[in-house]
């Protein structure tokens, strides 16, 4: 089916929102998970309209009451999973990846001699290959050393839909995979389906977390990956998670966004290379 018939199709099935019912969803959504839907009121009647059917409601006034006074936090995240895209792949936006190489590890590794602790947060893990492709390069660099290192990785959604398939770590991979890691760090799952081996699985903790809430974890963090989430947000938003970030980075640490997107010019981190920032 072609785009045009595609967006005729969901228009045939979308229900209407009045402003005063979108307005309220609007307001619940930023303000709770920093989400910003102003502009987005066709995606929002789109993707919610088979939700509100399914449950059985008539129209949206009904949803957005039950929603605001008795939803449950499976109903808050079927929500979020349909308003955002959760979408990401392995070796996506290579070149962050190879300053994380060349620059970013080096530097971390050499600081951690004595104690051989890495400190890193995949911030909005979404399906999870990205904490699972950080833990690939660690291991290719750090080699026969590597099991002398905690190199744990935290990685973290605020979607459980998410966070479900991020552990079951079952992908199709892309042909950019290079074939000693397709070799070395997955293992066949049955058609053109792979599970990413257990040495890389087991080296990543998953955690459903909002990045609106404070960041109180035990260690702050050498490296923040948060790509592809401050999209969502609107400008005092990303000002405040910048800063909160900034605060749970240890000095000399680095902050990794996507080239999509960009902090904002109160940010208190300085920019070392493009979408790659550091505590200084």
């Known amino acids: 089916m072609d785009t045009s018939k595609k967006q005729a199709a969901a228009a045939s099935t979308s229900m209407a929102i009045t402003d005063k019912d979108f307005n309220r969803l609007v307001t619940f959504v930023q303000g709770k998970y920093g989400i910003d839907l102003h502009q987005k009121r066709q995606l929002v009647t789109s993707r919610l309209s088979g939700t509100v059917k399914n449950m059985g409601y008539n129209s949206f006034t009904e949803y ?5 006074k008795k939803g449950s936090g499976d109903d808050i995240n079927h929500l979020l999973s349909r308003l955002t895209t ?5 070796m996506r936006e290579v070149e962050s990846f190879d300053y994380f190489t ?11 001699q004595r104690d051989k602790c890495l400190s890193i947060w995949s911030a909005a893990c979404s ?4 904490p699972y492709n950080v833990s690939m390069y660690i291991m290719d660099y750090l080699g ?9 990785l935290l990685a973290s959604d605020i979607s459980m839909d998410a966070l479900t398939k991020a552990k079951k770590g079952i992908y199709e991979l892309p042909d950019t995979i290079p074939p000693n ?3 070395n760090y997955f293992k066949p799952a049955g058609g053109k389906q792979y599970e990413v081996a257990p040495r890389i699985k087991n080296n990543v903790i998953f955690k459903q977390f909002n990045l609106m809430d404070p960041i109180h974890f035990k260690r702050k963090f050498d490296v923040i990956f948060c790509r592809n989430v401050m999209i969502y947000f609107d400008q005092q938003t990303k000002s405040d998670l910048a800063r909160r970030m900034f605060d749970a980075t ?10 999509a997107e960009n902090l904002p010019p109160d940010t208190p981190y300085a920019r070392v290379a493009t979408s790659i920032f550091q505590k200084r």
Not at 86 to 90: G, K, L, R, V
Not at 253 to 258: C, Q
């Open 86 to 90: 959760n979408y990401t792949y392995f």
């Open 250 to 259: 240890v000095p000399g640490g680095y902050l990794i966004i996507s080239k």
């Open 64 to 68: 957005v009451d039950f929603l605001l």
């Open 144 to 152: 026969g050393q590597a099991s002398a290192w905690d190199t744990r």
């Open 127 to 130: 399906s999870g290959e990205e």
């Open 102 to 112: 060349s620059t970013i590890l080096p530097d971390i590794v050499n600081k951690h």
């Open 181 to 183: 890691w397709r070799k």
